[in-house]
């Protein structure tokens, strides 16, 4: 089968590799439907991250269910499901306590799994996925074409803007910052509106990103950043800032954008992947009683609550993936990412 390969910075190539098979009882093999690239793989494109040798690559997909092993019970031949950017079982106590991302069995795709097997990359025709019954969430019937790109962003981006804006506690009536107008953040919009928060900020400096924020729910666009950003923040929300500003970038000044964006007593929800050089100012929220809360997004444990308002059109991330390519040409789809010529790219074999 083919299956995209990153071998260094700005390499990436589609690659024949053997095909997927069945070998541990619980696996199942998925016929993927449509792929993505994701911003956190731009840090390895964009060599932030080494790359030591050529490995797969992508995180997000969903599919048909072509086979299963012996001892997979909720998921059957001809499903078409959601998978989250990472495999988990669903039945340790931490998949129990709502971090499925600490699996105890679990791992992530493009890898050797911990149970004598490899989970492919995402970005490819196939995919053996390890748990099948706790990572493969099926979807009811088989969903239209139009609804596949809301439906892919179960798989990442839509649950972790949930997971930041729940991470920093919007409500009704909160106040809300979002930091960031990637496909994570424009998703975070989406998120605060469902959750009631009364008013909503983008912070973005890219006009199309800022109209289909606001078609998502941004009562305001803030544009500037560093201390001018601040300033406009806290000039809009009485010289304080705001109850709840969602992180969804991961570098050093996106942190701090946020935070000196909160007011006393908020709350800054963090899901964008540390790009390093980020480190907590103690003092400063120590002094103004600013709470950090968040990380890597358990988004399989949201994907049965966010489904539905998904396949109803009643919130419709799927509007974040601005171009769509055939999976032949995701070299292209990364550059156009990295040069953003693109918010998020959309891939189908």
Request: charged letters at 20%.
């Amino acid at each position: 089968m083919l299956a995209t390969m990153i071998y260094g910075e700005r390499d990436i190539r589609l690659d024949e590799v053997p095909d997927p098979k069945l070998s541990t009882g619980g696996d199942a093999i998925v016929r993927v439907v449509a792929a993505c690239v994701c911003g956190s793989d731009l840090w390895p494109y964009r060599g932030v991250v080494p790359t030591e040798h050529p490995r797969r690559i992508g995180h997000e997909f969903v599919g048909i269910v072509d086979s299963v092993g012996r001892e997979v019970t909720k998921i059957k031949v001809g499903d078409f499901v959601i998978a989250p950017f990472y495999d988990c079982d669903m039945t340790c106590v931490n998949c129990r306590n709502g971090v499925s991302t600490s699996c105890l069995h679990g791992g992530w795709w493009g890898a050797d799994d911990r149970i004598g097997g490899f989970a492919d990359g995402g970005q490819g025709e196939w995919v053996r996925v390890p748990h099948a019954d706790g990572s493969l969430v099926a979807v009811p019937g088989q969903p239209t074409d139009e609804q596949v790109p809301g439906l892919l962003t179960l798989a990442d981006v839509m649950g972790t803007g949930h997971h930041a804006a729940l991470s920093a506690g919007v409500t009704s009536g909160s106040t809300v910052v979002v930091v960031g107008d990637g496909a994570v953040g424009l998703c975070a919009v989406i998120a605060a509106k469902r959750l009631g928060a009364s008013r909503i900020v983008a912070m973005s400096r890219h006009a199309d990103r800022q109209a289909l924020a606001r078609e998502f729910g941004a009562t305001d666009v803030v544009a500037e950043r560093g201390d001018d950003g601040v300033d406009a923040i806290r000039e809009l929300f009485g010289g304080i800032g705001a109850d709840c500003v969602l992180e969804c970038v991961g570098t050093k000044e996106s942190m701090d954008q946020a935070i000196r964006s909160t007011r006393p007593g908020g709350t800054v929800g963090y899901v964008g992947v540390p790009n390093g050089g980020s480190e907590l100012p103690i003092r400063s929220l120590f002094n103004r009683n600013v709470g950090v809360n968040g990380g890597v997004a358990p988004v399989r444990n949201y994907v049965e609550e966010l489904l539905p308002e998904v396949l109803s059109g009643t919130i419709r991330p799927g509007l974040v993936f601005d171009l769509q390519l055939p999976l032949a040409e995701v070299a292209e789809a990364y550059a156009a990412m990295d040069e953003r010529r693109a918010t998020k790219v959309l891939l189908r074999p």
